[in-house]
């Protein structure tokens, strides 16, 4: 069955410090991956994907996240954080079973960005 | 372009009774996805239409519906209202709906059943 893990419910940095939000993933075959934040009583906005390619992907507000296929993982990153990234971050893989857009989510880590 | 439109933006019912809600895709997108997110379940996918065709549908009871326009405005339908169906709904939608689309999602509707 294809999954996707998220093992940190939260993520604790400082403002200005790197960030990691770590995303590991289950698939047959070759994954779609994507990035989703969603802040308080807001629907998912899209940060970025990987499809195929550059291992590194630059998406929006100055996020990239890493794919490895060794070690299955999909980690979101920023160079430097800010209080206003302070958000719930979901990585999600594409249902390939289901031959659409299905996307099977991972259950979230909330990112907070101290000041 | 305008983003993804759902309406209403809040919705409160009782038990048994059914409510419908609406989302309005992006112009030109063709695909528009429904999930459903509880802090208990997370995001779970209910179904995707695509040229008024339902194409997948997620593990949920008949309960739950849809249905897609040839404008492609979508709505999804839920009956006999239970207490867990207390969620919020978000609509997605995408061009073509291939593998490899993005999603673009709504701000969702937030359904309270007392």
């Known amino acids: 069955a294809q999954s996707v893990a998220q093992p940190e419910d939260q993520v604790n940095v400082a403002e200005g410090n790197p960030l990691t939000v770590k995303c590991t993933y289950s698939?047959?075959?070759?994954?779609?991956l994507f990035w989703y934040v969603q802040y308080p009583n807001r629907g998912l906005q899209f940060l970025l994907k990987?499809?195929?390619?550059?291992?590194l992907v630059k998406g929006s507000y100055g996020f990239e996240a890493e794919f490895n296929k060794s070690q299955t993982s999909f980690h979101l990153k920023k160079p430097s954080a800010l209080v206003s990234d302070s958000a719930l971050y979901f990585c999600a893989v594409r249902d390939k079973a289901k031959a659409g857009t299905a996307l099977i989510f991972g259950k979230g880590t909330t990112l907070s960005v101290s000041s | 372009k305008a983003g993804v439109t759902q309406t209403p933006r809040y919705l409160i019912k009782t038990r048994g009774q059914q409510v419908t809600l609406s989302c309005s895709p992006i112009s030109g997108h063709r695909s528009v996805s429904w999930y459903q997110q509880t802090p208990g379940q997370g995001l779970q996918f209910l179904f995707e239409y695509f040229s008024e065709t339902q194409r997948n549908k997620g593990n949920f009871p008949g309960r739950f519906s849809g249905r897609q326009f040839s404008n492609s405005r979508s709505e999804m339908n839920v009956s006999t209202l239970e207490l867990g169906d207390s969620a919020l709904y978000l609509c997605?939608?995408?061009?073509?709906?291939?593998?490899?689309?993005?999603?673009?999602f709504g701000p969702g509707t937030r359904l309270t059943v007392l």
């Open positions: 698939v047959s075959g070759n994954p779609y």
């Open positions: 990987y499809i195929t390619g550059d291992n």
């Open positions: 997605a939608s995408s061009t073509s709906g291939d593998l490899t689309d993005t999603q673009y």
